[in-house]
């Protein structure tokens, strides 16, 4: 996968310090866009770093990154507590090593060991910043222990990398008024460089 590159007011100087501390190759004139056809601008990134992958994500109004883990990076209502929040946001990366609808398929087969209950709904796909890549959402419910859950988890392939988007509440009323907040990222998130 080539690298993208990313056009934000006086990013590049950081980037090119991230790139340079984290071996990251990034293209020479920075713009930020999803399979090669867009062009964003983001006011306040945030630069989420696993290993040899820098993703920059606009933050939600009204939500905080929490800091203390990475790969899932959470995103919690401002004012939640990790232990006790009741709705979180959160953008796993994995490999994807397997053509897509392959990935997505494994990824329901596993979900389903280890929660055979699991009703699995095909949603319509959100606007996304990463135009031109494969994309897929579904709606997850199960029960976690004794608590219902439902995970709404949009997928997308970008290059060699499957982000996985997800919000995730005890219910899918509780999910509703926070929509927008989860499609607000979607709609802001890209992967910055990658191997």
Not at 92 to 106: H, I, T
Request: net charge neutral; proline share 7%; hydrophobic share 40%.
């Amino acid at each position: 996968m080539k690298p993208v590159s990313i056009k934000l007011c006086s990013e590049a100087a950081l980037l090119a310090a991230l790139s340079l501390a984290s071996g990251i190759a990034l293209a020479q004139s920075p713009k930020l866009g999803g399979c090669g056809a867009t062009i964003a601008h983001l006011d306040n990134p945030h630069y989420l770093i696993i290993s040899d992958v820098i993703l920059a994500a606009q933050i939600p109004p009204g939500w905080t990154l929490y800091e203390k883990k990475k790969n899932p990076f959470f995103l919690l209502r401002d004012g939640d507590q990790y232990a006790t929040a009741r709705t979180v946001i959160y953008i796993n990366v994995q490999g994807l090593e397997v053509p897509f609808e392959d990935a997505v398929r494994k990824d329901e087969i596993n979900f389903r060991k280890d929660n055979p209950e699991v009703r699995i709904v095909n949603e319509p796909q959100p606007e996304i910043l990463e135009k031109g890549c494969a994309v897929k959402t579904q709606r997850f419910f199960y029960q976690k222990g004794k608590a219902p859950t439902v995970d709404r988890v949009t997928k997308i392939a970008v290059g060699k990398l499957l982000l996985n988007v997800v919000i995730s509440s005890d219910s899918d009323a509780e999910i509703e008024p926070f929509k927008h907040d989860y499609e607000y990222l979607l709609k802001n998130l890209a992967v910055v460089g990658s191997p």
